[in-house]
Structures are given as structure tokens and as C-alpha cells.
């Protein structure tokens, strides 16, 4: 392990000199390399497929898991998306000269060495390695056994775009030892390794944060919430509620609690429930949600509950401000939506919740590196230093000063 990441180490530093212009052209290479090779990709992760069947995973992760040509395609138009951006190294963020004559540039800079650790969605092996490539860091990657021989393709052909540039494989390496032994060892290399971004299940956050000497970034559950407010327009609030729950149900933005006012209740809790039982959504209710509309019992261990899965919790509310106590108990500060006409009660709502995201007429689905123009994303930070929300390659990126003198001393 420890020689494994003195490599990584190593190599990293060699895209610390490496030009913008550079290494977009092989962002675009491995682009190239994803799209020549999908066939591959595909009977690689058949094979994941065939194992999650033989496992009876969930649905829900069987979906995260599988790829087709189309899924395929969009992790490569995810690269040249990337390739895109600007350049976030070198940048001068702010400069100014002192009373004393120095010069002062605040600079950003790669962070090193990033592991992230995530589970069951192949993409996520194109997309965080392009995203540490192009601001100049390496990568130490570990996804689940789930998606294990999905992954181990797609780093090779990343890999193999890297050695035909005369550049170290390590940049985008996959941890050699991926049991819990392998991660507990990982996240405490400080010495090769500067920031661990864990993403996946609530115990393997707990795991990572309670145990690691690198420093993380979190990327935890998404108990996310929409609030239909007294004000809202009904048909744009039944189209955001469905698109948010059931759009894809599986993934840390999409909405687990629906909470409405008490004072639009009897009139829109029926056009919902039609609605999602359309999409065959199984719904969970409040008593007063059970008063109007017939669902099942939601108790505080399911308002409590990420589901990841087509299962929604509906809470009737006393207004904005019952909302915002609902949030601030439940919440995980990923995504919180309202939806209202009234710009006061929407502007009480944005600055009283505490979370990555808060959104006003309009779905938490959009938490995404690639929805807001990032190509891709690390994952979705709700931690509230370094980086929060969806992480790009800016949240990739620290920052020095480089000082100019003229012989001052002091």
C-alpha cells in the first residue's frame, strides 16, 4: 500500500507543471478512448450485472450499475465537457502590494493526491478521474465490489491514454486492496494522500470520518426535501414534486419528503397521490396526510430514512415556518426545495434553511455537477469547509501565495 501510494505520490506531481492547453487535448483522448472501447465497457460491467443479479441487489442499485451504450456515451461527453472548463490552476484569485512594497498573488493550485471512495456507479470512475485530471491532481480510486470489473475497464482505458502521453498511470490509479482493511489503511497515508472524498452509504461516511487522519470532505446523505407552500402555482408544484421523487428515485437528490401546507392540503394532496401513484410511487402520510389522502403510516424512523428507492414520505405543515423546523430536524444539508409565488415566504425559506442547495420553484434533481455546467462532479459536498454542493474541479483546488520582494526584510 504505502508503495503503491508513493507512486501515486509521485506522479502527481508531474501534472503540477503540465500546460491547461495540454492536458485538455488528452481529456479529449480519453474521451476518444471511452467511446472506441464501449463495447468492452459493456461486457465488462455484464458481468457486474450478472453478480448483482446472483447477490439480489436492490433495484435500486442494479439501476446505479448498469451501463448501455447511451450511459456510455454521456461519461464521454462528460470528459470533453471537463476539457471545456477553464483552467482552475494558475489562476490568480485575487493580488495586491503591501505597505512594505511585497507583491502578493494568491494562486490556485492542485491539492495532490485525492482517494475517493464511492460505490456501485461506473461513471463515477471516468468522471472523478477526469475531474482530478484536468486540475492537475492524481487520483486514488476505490468503488464497490458491485461494480468492480466495470470499474477496472474504465481505468484501464484511461490508463492507456495516459501511457501513450508519456505520462505515469498512477495519476489515475484503483486502490490494490479494496476490502475494509485496504480503505482503513488508505484514509490514514497522509504523508501520499491529501484529501479523501468518501461518497455511498451513511456507514461508510461514519467509517471514513471517524477513522481518518486525511483530511475529508463528506459527501453524505441526501434527505431531501420540497415544500409546497399556501402560494404555489398547484400544477407547477404536482410537476416538480413527481420529476423530484421519481425522475430517478436512486440517487442522494431526489426527494424523500414532501411536505405541504395545511391550508392547500385538501385540495392538492389528492391530485398528488393520483399523480404518483401513476408512477407507481408508494406514498407514506402524517395523520392529517391520512385524513384526506389513503396511504400508509409514515412514523419518525421514515422521516428519518433515505430511501434511494420509489418511496415517498407526505408531512401536512402549519406553514413555511413548520417546514423550516421539519428541514432543520430531518435534513442532511444536501437539497432542500420550496415552491411558492410568494417571494417573501421564498426569500424566509432560502435564508433560514441550512444546506448545500436551496432551490425556489424547482426541482432538487438539479443538484448535479453536470446540471450546473461542471461537466461532472466528485460528488455532492455537505460538508461547510473547502467545498459544498456539488464539487468540481474548483473544489479540486487550494490555493498559495507567491510573494514578490524587492529585498524587503523585516
Known amino acids: 500500500m504505502e508503495q503503491f501510494l508513493a507512486h501515486a505520490k509521485s506522479a502527481s506531481r508531474v501534472l503540477a507543471t503540465m500546460g491547461g492547453n495540454e492536458r485538455n487535448r488528452i481529456l ?7 467511446r472506441a472501447n464501449t463495447m468492452n465497457i459493456m461486457e465488462a460491467n455484464a458481468i457486474d450485472m450478472r453478480n448483482a443479479q446472483e447477490n439480489n441487489l436492490a433495484p435500486s442499485m442494479k439501476e446505479r450499475l448498469v451501463l448501455d451504450e447511451k450511459r456510455i456515451d454521456a461519461m464521454a461527453v462528460a470528459i470533453e465537457e ?11 484569485i485575487e493580488g495586491w502590494v503591501t505597505e512594505s512594497g511585497l507583491k502578493i498573488e494568491k494562486v490556485n493550485i492542485p491539492i495532490g493526491v485525492v482517494g475517493i471512495i464511492y460505490e456501485s456507479r461506473p461513471n463515477v470512475t ?5 475531474l482530478c485530471f484536468k486540475s492537475a491532481n492524481g487520483c486514488v480510486l476505490k468503488g464497490g465490489k458491485e461494480s468492480e470489473s466495470s470499474n477496472l475497464i474504465i481505468a484501464e482505458v484511461l490508463q492507456h491514454v495516459l501511457i501513450r502521453n508519456d505520462l505515469p498511470k498512477e495519476l489515475i490509479a484503483l486502490l490494490p486492496d479494496s476490502s475494509r482493511e ?8 497522509d504523508q501520499y494522500v491529501d484529501l479523501i472524498v468518501p461518497r455511498g452509504g451513511e456507514a461508510l461516511i461514519r467509517f471514513v470520518s471517524h477513522n481518518a487522519t486525511v483530511p475529508v470532505v463528506k459527501h453524505d446523505k441526501g434527505l431531501c426535501h420540497t415544500y409546497i407552500d399556501k402560494d404555489a402555482l398547484i400544477d407547477n408544484a404536482i410537476a416538480i414534486a ?15 419528503t414532501l411536505l405541504v401546507d395545511e391550508a392547500i392540503a385538501s385540495e392538492i394532496l389528492p391530485l398528488l397521490k393520483e399523480a404518483f401513484d401513476r408512477e407507481h410511487t408508494q406514498l407514506k402520510g402524517c395523520d392529517a396526510t391520512r385524513a384526506i389522502i389513503a396511504v400508509s403510516e409514515a412514523t419518525q424512523e421514515d422521516f428519518d430514512t433515505e430511501y434511494l428507492a420509489n418511496i415517498l414520505n407526505i408531512r401536512v405543515v402549519k406553514g413555511v415556518e413548520e417546514a423550516i423546523v421539519h428541514i432543520v430536524r430531518f435534513g442532511s444539508g444536501h437539497s432542500e426545495a420550496i415552491i411558492t409565488e410568494n417571494i417573501t415566504t421564498a426569500e424566509r425559506f432560502m435564508d433560514a434553511i441550512d444546506a448545500a442547495c436551496v432551490y425556489v420553484n424547482a ?9 450546473f455546467g461542471f461537466g461532472a462532479e466528485v460528488g455532492i459536498s455537505t460538508n461547510k469547509l473547502h467545498a459544498r454542493g456539488p464539487m468540481g474541479v474548483e473544489g479540486l483546488t487550494t490555493y498559495k501565495y507567491k510573494v514578490y520582494g524587492k529585498g524587503q526584510i523585516r
Not at 479529449?28 to 471511452?34: D, G, I, S, T, Y
Not at 485496504?182 to 497515508?189: D, F, H, R, S, Y
Open 28 to 34: 479529449r483522448e480519453m474521451a476518444h478512448a471511452l
Open 82 to 92: 471537463i476539457a471545456a472548463l477553464k483552467d482552475p490552476v494558475g489562476r490568480v
Open 126 to 130: 471516468s468522471d472523478t478521474a477526469a
Open 182 to 189: 485496504g480503505v482503513a489503511k488508505l484514509i490514514k497515508m
Open 242 to 256: 413527481l420529476n423530484a421523487k421519481v425522475q430517478r428515485p436512486g440517487v442522494c437528490n431526489a426527494m424523500e
Open 363 to 371: 426541482s432538487t434533481r438539479f443538484t448535479d455537477g453536470g446540471a
